[in-house]
């Protein structure tokens, strides 16, 4: 079984900075693309940042220029460093993860809890 925890999300003001982690854990055999995904009340999850594990990296436009999103391959972690915070990013924030786990073939989608991010204006 996978594991993904995230941890980094609280209440910041408007102009402010956050940096959310992610780490997987458990039977982690490989990981192809790692991302960041929010969901705010009443609307779907979005698309915030991925990354392959080849260093390629993807952002939606409303965070381009504002949010960072880095590995480290050595340690299963995603990081997402978001910068100049604005109300409208206030969501719940998802980690994802394609694993390829030690007892399958193919890469299969996980995610974490989530961690609530909130910006005050």
């Known amino acids: 079984q996978v594991q993904l925890v995230e941890s980094g999300g609280g209440l910041v003001q408007a102009g402010g900075s956050l940096r959310l982690s992610c780490a997987a854990s458990?039977?982690?055999?490989?990981?192809?693309?790692m991302g960041w995904y929010r969901q705010a009340p009443g609307k779907q999850r979005d698309l915030v940042a991925t990354?392959?594990?080849?260093?390629?990296?993807n952002y939606a436009d409303s965070v381009k220029g504002r949010f960072t999103i880095s590995r480290d391959n050595a340690k299963n972690t995603v990081y997402l460093q978001m910068n100049s915070l604005k109300p409208e990013d206030t969501a719940v924030y998802y980690c994802?993860?394609?694993?390829?786990?030690?007892?399958?073939?193919?890469?299969?989608?996980?995610w974490g809890q989530g961690t609530q991010v909130t910006v005050s204006s």
């Open positions: 994802n993860a394609y694993v390829r786990t030690y007892s399958s073939g193919s890469y299969y989608p996980y």
């Open positions: 458990g039977s982690v055999g490989s990981i192809a693309a």
């Open positions: 990354s392959t594990s080849a260093g390629s990296t």
